[in-house]
T-cell receptor
Framework: AQSVAQPEDQVNVAEGNPLTVKCTYS??????LFWYVQYPNRGLQFLLK??????LVKGSYGFEAEFNKSQTSFHLKKPSALVSDSALYFC??????????????FGGGTRLMVKP | EAQVTQNPRYLITVTGKKLTVTCSQN?????MSWYRQDPGLGLRQIYY???????DKGDVPEGYKVSRKEKRNFPLILESPSPNQTSLYFC?????????????FGPGTRLLVL
């Protein structure tokens, strides 16, 4: 069974500094990886996904994520954080062959706090 | 506008009183799913549906029912709610069940069972 770990409950960064939100995964075969963001009182919004190809994936709002197969990681990054980036971030994984319909396994979430 | 809608957004109820949370999508998606979100546990899948009249259990189906009579609607039914079902619920949809497809989420329904 696949699993996702987000080792940090909260990440604090100062506005303008680079940010990283960590994610590691465990899945059989080559994974499909996703990042979602949840703003207060809102549903999850899709940020980006890795399916195949370039290990550096660019997504919405200036975010990017780097797929590292040897480290089984898919860390979310942004070169310069904004206060408005403060939200809850979820990493998710899906196996490449999905017969059961269980589409996504989520990590526990990381709260990003960007301070002015 | 392409979207997934849920109603109600907030609900307070008492143990044992049947309730239904509706979910509707306007994107002609085949796949729909319900999740619950609890602190530190991320999102866990309750039920999913690969198409009309096709539903199956996810990771935490106990205490829940679903139906998929039409493609656009996927209601979540709690026949006899209990306090451990207090949670934030999300409906999601996707074009198909293929792994590479992105899921789109509704705004969430916050449920409190007293």
């Amino acid at each position: 069974a696949q699993s996702v770990a987000q080792p940090e409950d909260q990440v604090n960064v100062a506005e303008g500094n680079p940010l990283t939100v960590k994610c590691t995964y465990s899945v059989s075969g080559n994974p499909y990886l996703f990042w979602y963001v949840q703003y207060p009182n809102r549903g999850l919004q899709f940020l980006l996904k890795y399916i195949t190809g370039d290990n550096l994936v660019k997504g919405s709002y200036g975010f990017e994520a780097e797929f590292n197969k040897s480290q089984t990681s898919f860390h979310l990054k942004k070169p310069s954080a904004l206060v408005s980036d403060s939200a809850l971030y979820f990493c998710a994984v899906r196996p490449p062959i999905n017969n059961a319909g269980n589409m996504l396994t989520f990590g526990g979430g990381t709260r990003l706090m960007v301070k002015p | 506008e392409a979207q997934v809608t849920q109603n109600p957004r907030y609900l307070i109820t008492v143990t044992g009183k049947k309730l239904t949370v509706t979910c509707s999508q306007n994107m002609n998606h085949e796949y729909m799913s319900w999740y619950r979100q609890d602190p530190g546990l991320g999102l866990r899948q309750i039920y999913y549906s690969m198409n009309v009249e096709v539903t199956d259990k996810g990771d935490v189906p106990e205490g829940y029912k679903v139906s998929r009579k039409e493609k656009r609607n996927f209601p979540l039914i709690l026949e006899s709610p209990s306090p451990n079902q207090t949670s934030l619920y999300f409906c999601a949809s996707s074009l198909s069940v293929r792994s590479r497809e992105t899921q789109y989420f509704g705004p969430g329904t916050r449920l409190l069972v007293l």
